[in-house]
């Protein structure tokens, strides 16, 4: 059974960085594409970066030059380095395969406040 365990969320000023990982466990993981996703709350879920099993990334337009996802095969992890946090960034931030899996982490959540 497939497993996600999201880390690396907290509190940060606008302008900060975070580093999030999600640990895979349950499939082979380097044949799988991998997708962050976000949920702020009253909003629908978004696919915020993908990162395919060759290593190719894409961004939605509202992360593009700030965020990086990244895979270390080895490990079974994904990351996805956000540098220039805003406010509207702030969200419960979960990964999953691509194509999806039903199963789902806890998440991690990501707040961005002065």
């Known amino acids: 059974q497939v497993q996600f365990v999201e880390s690396g969320g907290g509190l940060v000023q606008p302008g900060g960085s975070l580093r999030l990982s999600c640990a895979v466990s349950?499939?082979?993981?380097?044949?799988?594409?991998v997708g962050w996703y976000r949920q702020a709350p009253g909003k629908q879920r978004e696919l915020v970066a993908t990162i395919t099993s060759g290593g190719t990334t894409q961004y939605a337009d509202t992360v593009k030059g700030r965020f990086t996802v990244s895979r270390d095969n080895d490990e079974r992890t994904a990351y996805l380095q956000m540098n220039g946090l805003k406010s509207e960034d702030t969200a419960v931030y979960s990964c999953n395969t691509q194509p999806l899996h039903a199963s789902w982490g806890q998440g991690t959540q990501v707040t961005v406040s002065s």
């Open positions: 349950g499939i082979i993981f380097s044949i799988y594409g």
